[in-house]
């Protein structure tokens, strides 16, 4: 059992990292692969490692926190690690542990694989194993309300930005990963120009 690899990126897909690991390359699945464009020297990848009849896979996490829901979200009945994948790239950990304990079935159902019956399983699945899995305290009534709204107002120079990047021939993975990223860093407010000109950084650096 791997529980976590620590090494240089080689370089970087739109679905997974590979690692040098004493000269050996691992191919490590990701979220959001370009969580690691940036990183220099050896990076720890915490790592859920799974064993098929036609191949071994390896995915990875960049901390401890979002393993651990990657593994929960996989006890769901439905969800595979592919699916959990998916769902891990559409959303913050803070956000989907959020959304599980408002029984929030519409932000659930626009993740990727999630309709309503398995959002409705993982709601009433996971809502009580999540603890201390949330880096911020999780919000509920009004204090919640206000949250999405402010979240919404956030996110609109980013939906015109997001149209301007596919215009240039950006999919939705790569932008669905770099949204994801600018989250992580703090950097996904500011004007349409502003967003673009990080957006491309980042897009830039994983080729």
Known sequence: MIDFLRGPVVYLESEYIVLDIQGVGYRVFCPNPYAFAKTE???MVYIHYQTREDATLLFGFPTREE??????????????PRVALGILTGG???QLISAIYQE?????TKLPGIGKKTAQRMILDLRDKLD???????QTGLFAVAAEAEAKAAALPWEEARDALKALGYTEAE?????LTMKKEGTDTGTVDVLMKKALGLLYIAK
């Open 41 to 43: 020297g050896p990076v």
């Open 67 to 80: 393993q651990k829901l990657f593994r929960k979200l996989i006890e769901v009945s439905g969800i595979g």
């Open 92 to 94: 913050t950990p803070d």
């Open 104 to 108: 929030n079935i519409t932000f659930l």
């Open 132 to 138: 201390g899995l949330s880096s911020v305290p999780i």
């Open 175 to 179: 932008l669905d990963r770099v949204w």
